[in-house]
């Protein structure tokens, strides 16, 4: 298949000191402990190859501010064992520590840098050209070579760390990007109709963004909401949510006024929950909407409405899973999640299940191989299969350019 851009075939990796940004973000538990390892073990074929090169590793875990913002010191350790060769982890990302330690890399070394989002630059969203002038650019670009972006469940995102360095540095495609794109652009055309996305998990921005663009395409039939998202559309609906049942913040209260408007031009399109489950002191209390306890949290989708998604699954003739339906690491709030899954497994409907926690839970079901194609990525994924342009490709594009200027590029025989 034909790219836009250039994969690791396309150039000369020995003797090159290269950075390498992946996404090795993963579900973290309550005790801190990784619960899935999935991305990690996807990074590491990139890595593996790359055995005659000096290698830096990026990588973002989390969002600040919530539970799963945490160091990358663990995954190092992780790492190491899918890539069968030392992962040394520095607590630093653009300092002098980390500048030092990269001009000690010998062929072979492998180097993994702090987590890229405890750095304020990395939360920014902004131009390619823009990223390009950041501190975290400006300083580690001149100790490279060659720029590797094999970070696809990011791919939708336009940050320093991500997109920045195709302007200063020859760039291409990891493996899991190239396998990634490969395969969603043959499976693309092959969906059919109805075509059903079950989005849930807690990025409730992200996922508005995608169904706002779906119901303009009209790529999609029926839009079926949980996780954070069903709180959201609930009180989008005029259901009384309290701020036990949910947080709600400026973000909250936005994304309400965003689901109105979606629901007043195409409430036909979404199943909204009909009933939620709340804990109630560690017990599951599934509530009739109307009739919801505003005093705990909801925690997932009631199983009324779980019998409403299964008939959608059963009627599908492709199915778009993102994201759990509730609480899952709570095994009494992951009912809906397994229940859907369970069903997508068993369905003949084309089906891709995506993200980390969604593939953690397939995982569990040992049902991998029953649905026809699962992505490390969430956002990305959704943003592709919408029609969006990825701002990585844009980046890659770029880096190509670069090079072809320093002859880095393998002569065709």
């Not at 790359?50 to 990588?59: P, T």
């Not at 995954?75 to 002098?96: N, S």
């Not at 609480?327 to 068993?346: D, G, H, P, W």
Request: include cysteine.
């Amino acid at each position: 298949m034909n790219f836009e851009f250039l994969t690791l075939d396309d150039v000369y990796l020995e003797d090159k000191r290269v950075l390498v940004r992946v996404d090795i973000n993963s579900p973290i538990g309550p005790d801190g402990r990784i619960l899935d390892e999935n991305r990690i073990r996807e990074a590491s074929i990139t890595l593996r190859e790359l055995k005659d090169s000096k290698v830096v590793v990026m990588s973002h875990q989390g969002r600040p501010g919530k539970s799963d913002f945490v160091s990358l010191e663990k995954h190092a350790t992780i790492l190491e064992k899918y890539v069968g060769r030392p992962v040394r982890f520095i607590d630093d990302l653009m300092g002098p520590a980390a500048r030092s330690e990269v001009l000690k890399l010998e062929n072979g070394d492998i180097l993994l840098f702090e987590n890229t989002r405890l750095y304020s630059e990395e939360i920014i969203e902004a131009s390619i050209e823009d990223c390009a002038k950041t501190l975290l650019v400006r300083k580690l670009s001149p100790l490279f070579d060659l720029f590797v972006n094999d970070a696809f469940p990011a791919a939708h995102r336009s940050q320093p760390s991500l997109v920045g360095f195709a302007y200063t540095l020859p760039s291409v495609a990891g493996r899991l990007v190239e396998k990634e794109l490969k395969a969603l652009r043959e499976m693309t055309p092959r969906l059919k109709r109805p075509i059903v996305y079950i989005l849930g998990g807690a990025k409730i921005g992200d996922r508005l963004e995608v169904i706002e663009t779906l119901t303009k395409t009209g790529l999609v039939d029926k839009i079926i909401v949980g996780g954070l998202l069903a709180p959201v559309f609930l009180e989008a609906k005029g259901e009384r949510i309290t701020s036990n049942n949910v947080k709600k913040d400026k973000e909250f209260e936005s994304s309400v006024e965003r689901a109105r408007r979606l629901l007043r031009w195409r409430e036909e399109v979404f199943l909204i929950p009909v009933d939620v489950a709340v804990d109630r002191n560690g017990e599951r209390v599934d509530c009739p909407v109307g009739k919801i306890l505003g005093e705990y949290r909801i925690k997932d989708v009631g199983l009324n409405t779980v019998d409403m998604i299964l008939n959608e699954v059963s009627k599908a003739g492709s199915i778009i899973a993102n994201g759990p339906l509730g609480v899952f690491e709570e095994e009494q709030f992951s009912r809906a999640t397994m229940e859907v899954l369970k069903a997508i497994s068993r369905s003949n409907a084309i089906s891709i299940v995506s993200g980390g926690h969604l593939t953690t839970a397939l995982r569990k079901l040992e049902a991998e191989d029953k649905v026809t194609y699962t992505s490390t990525a969430g956002g990305a994924l959704l943003h592709f299969l919408a029609g969006k342009r990825l701002p990585i490709i844009d980046a890659l594009e770029i880096g190509k350019r670069n090079a072809e200027k320093l002859k880095l590029i393998k002569e065709r025989r």
